[in-house]
């Protein structure tokens, strides 16, 4: 595990899949599309693809708190 957390805005998220794409192992979809988180605290090798889905969702509805 990393000091990083991740943090998603579910209200936010269009369910555009993108961060899914980007980090599956760190994000899903619901049976509506919308984002779920699956690790709130990646481990450090997951981190430049949390990297990605923050910079590729449309809806800005994901941060990465790095320390």
């Not at 943090?7 to 599309?33: I, K």
């Amino acid at each position: 595990m990393s000091g990083a957390k991740v943090e998603l805005e579910t209200d936010r998220c269009v369910a555009s899949g993108q961060c899914v794409v980007a980090a599956g192992q760190v994000f899903d979809q619901d049976d509506d599309g919308i984002a779920v988180l699956l690790a709130e605290r990646p481990a450090p090798e997951h981190l430049d693809d949390v990297r990605e889905a923050v910079a590729v969702c449309p809806a800005a509805a994901i941060r990465l708190l790095e320390r």
